[in-house]
């Protein structure tokens, strides 16, 4: 189950998906604007059984700045949802 999800390095056109669960889980990432998806989703498999309390993380670029996009990480347990505000241009 997804223990934990944030969005970090956040620029005008990226950011990074950071997220933790406490079980070693193939998950699948999405990332929505409004009711659209814009990426996804991606499966991200686990690979030589990695600690499950380390964080796991996955990078989106091309987005479009000031927008606000929903991040949505589905494990084994119910999905887990973050809203996150992409930098505005000068």
Not at 30 to 36: A, H, I, T
Not at 61 to 82: A, K, Q
């Amino acid at each position: 189950m997804i223990t934990h999800l944030g969005a970090t390095d956040i620029t005008e056109r990226s950011l990074r998906v950071v997220w933790r669960s406490d079980t070693s889980e193939d998950v699948r990432v999405l990332l929505r604007l409004g009711s659209g998806i814009v990426r996804g989703p991606i499966s991200v498999p686990t690979v030589g059984r990695p600690d499950p309390m380390s964080a796991r993380q996955l990078l989106f670029e091309d987005l479009e700045p000031g927008m606000t996009y929903e991040i949505v990480v589905e494990g084994s347990g119910p999905g887990r949802t973050h809203t996150v505000t992409t930098r505005r241009s000068p």
